[in-house]
């Protein structure tokens, strides 16, 4: 019980900060102007009337970066709990991270020298 | 149920008193940035609004919050709104778990730097939700670049959190600056060095500021994600980007220089005559030599190249924190250190 109140506080402060967010514009659209033209609602492109749409193709290495984050994220979602309980969980437990690690260590390796890692 | 009442009024009467002085940080921030940079540039900085400028942040609050909200023809209206405040709230939720003092803390709870470290992550979604959002290029490309590369630093911040973990086998923010109590040589910025250096190059890297501003590089793609926000929802985008780098300093300070733990501590006299100082002072002094860093280096550095930035990331301080976090981890298991 005592834990969830903790928890509670901490989702009482998401609450204020969604308000923290919205206050500021709500306030803003009743002490500023609102005076629309095309002009002034056209997206942004140093003065040029836009070119073409703005949701073009992309570099595929971005997407590269994406995926190499997801396995690197979960190892750090592995290592956390590890991290904390290792003086618990003794050899078997050091030795099995360790073991996980290197193999991960190789696919970093891999990736890096099929040149996952590099953006010119 | 009155009992039940008062604890919602204590809970919210504490998140007042940690918010309302962060929101003050943040606006005497923007000047300080701008007076030390000046300093450090031989200008003098603002200096019309109020004695040395010191009504500037107030200035300028007003003035954005009187211009006009211009939501773009082509943008995703709901969305666009939506960005802002998604970016914020985040960036507010992870001062629940920042304990100030020994018992000073909104949420004390065990997962401290899970929470935290949620929070930070989930201020990408402003980030890429603007960017989106925008339908302009110079929006997208900078929402891109952006997510990369806080993404990617992420993981190097990410290993940093678990070799203070190693080393303080809690998780509970409250607990580790315990675990460095006896003074300035039980910090861990002395034992995890390298991780403490790798901590905060990230850290600078996730809150996209100078040398590692090419989000917003205002050179070549003008002001990245944030270039439709007009008014206040600018300056919304500006309070979470200010108060992420507090909530870092503060990080900063309670992971490896002993959160509000006295650096005097367990010297001869040095201890005793420091001792009427509040322990809240040292980690404002701690937070407010990180922050002071952050324009020292903004000062200083010029901006990164993109391929550089990746680079730095992924070849050079994932590699490094991976390593130290095994010689912690087997240095830990041999009982050689932090027992």
């Not at chain 2, 003035?63 to 802002?84: G, H, N, Q």
């Not at chain 2, 108060?243 to 010297?267: D, E, R």
């Not at chain 2, 050079?316 to 912690?328: S, Y």
Request: glycine share 6%; with cysteine.
């Amino acid at each position: 019980m005592h834990m969830l109140t903790e928890y509670f506080s901490i989702f009482l402060l998401v609450i204020v900060g969604l308000i923290m967010g919205v206050a500021p514009m709500l306030l803003s659209r009743k002490l500023g102007p609102s005076r629309p033209n095309p002009e002034k609602l056209s997206p942004y492109e140093c003065g040029f009337n836009a070119f073409e749409d703005a949701r073009m193709p992309f570099n595929v290495r971005y997407y590269l970066v994406a995926i190499l984050f997801i396995i690197f994220d979960l190892e750090t979602a592995f290592l956390f709990p590890w991290a904390v309980s290792l003086r618990r969980i003794h050899w078997f437990g050091f030795v099995s991270m360790m073991l996980f690690l290197a193999i991960l260590v190789v696919g970093f390796i891999y990736e890096w020298k099929r040149g996952a890692l590099e953006w010119e | 149920m009155l009992d039940q009442c008062f604890a919602l009024l204590w809970i919210i009467g504490k998140i007042i008193c940690v918010l309302v002085p962060v929101i003050v940080c943040v606006a005497l921030l923007t000047l300080l940035e701008r007076k030390v940079i000046g300093a450090m540039q031989v200008r003098v900085g603002p200096n019309r609004n109020g004695i040395a400028g010191s009504l500037q942040p107030i200035c300028d609050v007003l003035k954005l919050l009187a211009k006009e909200l211009i939501i773009p023809s082509k943008a995703s209206r709901y969305l666009f709104i939506i960005a802002p405040v998604l970016a914020l709230a985040p960036a507010l939720a992870a001062w629940a778990v920042i304990p100030f003092t020994n018992d000073w803390v909104i949420a004390n709870v065990n997962a401290g730097i899970l929470v935290v470290f949620a929070m930070t992550s989930l201020g990408i979604y402003g980030i890429i939700i603007a960017g989106w959002s925008s339908n302009s290029k110079y929006a997208f490309l900078g929402a891109l670049r952006s997510v990369a590369q806080v993404v990617s630093y992420e993981i190097a911040m990410g290993f940093t959190f678990v070799g203070v973990l190693l080393a303080a086998g809690s998780m509970n923010l409250r607990e580790i600056v315990l675990h460095q109590s006896g003074g300035i040589w039980h910090w861990y910025f002395l034992p995890l060095f390298p991780l403490f250096v790798v901590y905060w190059i990230s850290a600078v890297a996730e809150t996209n500021r100078a040398p590692f501003d090419i989000a917003e590089g205002e050179s070549e793609i003008v002001a990245g994600f944030h270039v439709e926000y007009s008014g206040i929802m600018f300056g919304i985008f500006f309070l979470a980007e200010y108060a992420n780098m507090i909530l870092v300093s503060a990080l900063a300070a309670l992971l490896f220089m002993g959160g509000w733990l006295s650096p005097f501590a367990g010297i001869p006299y040095l201890d005793h005559w420091f001792s009427w100082v509040p322990s809240v002072l040292w980690l404002v002094l701690k937070m407010s030599f990180f922050i002071f860093l952050y324009f020292w280096m903004r000062a200083t550095f010029p901006r990164y190249r993109y391929d550089q930035i990746m680079q730095l990331g992924w070849k050079c301080l994932i590699p490094v924190a991976l390593v130290w976090i095994v010689l912690v981890a087997v240095a830990v298991q041999m009982g050689w250190i932090f027992h």
